[in-house]
């Protein structure tokens, strides 16, 4: 496990870059295997720590165990990427746990990133009283999930979700992206959304506030 602090000097002109030296996701794998409980359920945990950049890695939970979140974002991390990774959770197929790939709880942000990912099991990001700052998803592939996204109480922040294939369980109720208690400005457009359940959804809104034709 990997635990993330404030890390001193860290700018917008002085960033902190983890990358595959080989500029391959396959070659570097970082692993933690999946758990019974909840505690410290986590492969890296960014623990106010800004301006951070993950590139061209594995981060993965192993076994089929119910615990397996990849992710787990605290207060006061803000600017953080993913770029060009693999995610893989744990095999279970139970939808009790934690299986997140990336668990964000907010409030603020910064102009934070999942971009050109794959992931593969357990659930998409899952962001939670974000109010301020910017969340980027796009040109992600996301294979065999319970949810492609989860934002849950959303308000004043910006979120793009553009050019994803989000491809759900075969059973379960499963959704494409989920948005519950949310407002400010949202934007989801050129997604692509697969679901063989018969409790699937593709877009699912619940309290959830905005106007047809403009952002939400």
């Known amino acids: 496990q990997l635990n993330i602090g404030a890390i001193a000097g860290a700018s917008a002109a002085n960033t902190i870059l983890f990358r595959s030296q080989g500029l391959d996701n396959t070659l570097v794998t970082l692993d933690h295997p999946s758990q019974a409980t909840n505690t410290n359920d986590y492969l890296l945990q960014l623990n106010g720590c800004d301006r951070i950049t993950f590139q061209h890695i594995t981060l993965q939970r192993s076994g089929a165990l ?5 992710v787990n974002v605290l207060t006061g991390s803000t600017d953080w990427h993913f770029l060009n990774d693999r995610f893989i959770s744990s095999t279970s197929t ?6 997140e790939m990336i668990s964000i709880a907010g409030p603020a942000i910064g102009a934070s990133s999942v971009e050109d990912c794959t992931m593969t099991n357990g659930m998409g990001p899952y962001l939670s009283f974000v109010s301020s700052g910017s969340f980027t998803m796009s040109r992600n ?3 065999n999930v319970l949810r492609g996204l989860n934002l849950n109480s959303w308000s004043n922040g910006t979120f793009l979700m553009e050019d994803n294939v989000i491809t759900t369980r075969t059973t379960g109720a499963t959704r494409g992206a989920m948005f519950d208690f949310c407002s400010g400005n949202i934007t989801v457009r050129r997604n692509t959304f697969t679901g063989a359940s018969n409790l699937f959804s593709g877009l699912l809104f619940n309290a959830t506030s905005g106007t047809v034709g403009t952002p939400i």
């Open 66 to 70: 119910d615990y397996a979140r990849i």
């Open 94 to 99: 139970s939808t009790t746990g934690s299986r």
């Open 141 to 143: 592939s996301l294979t």
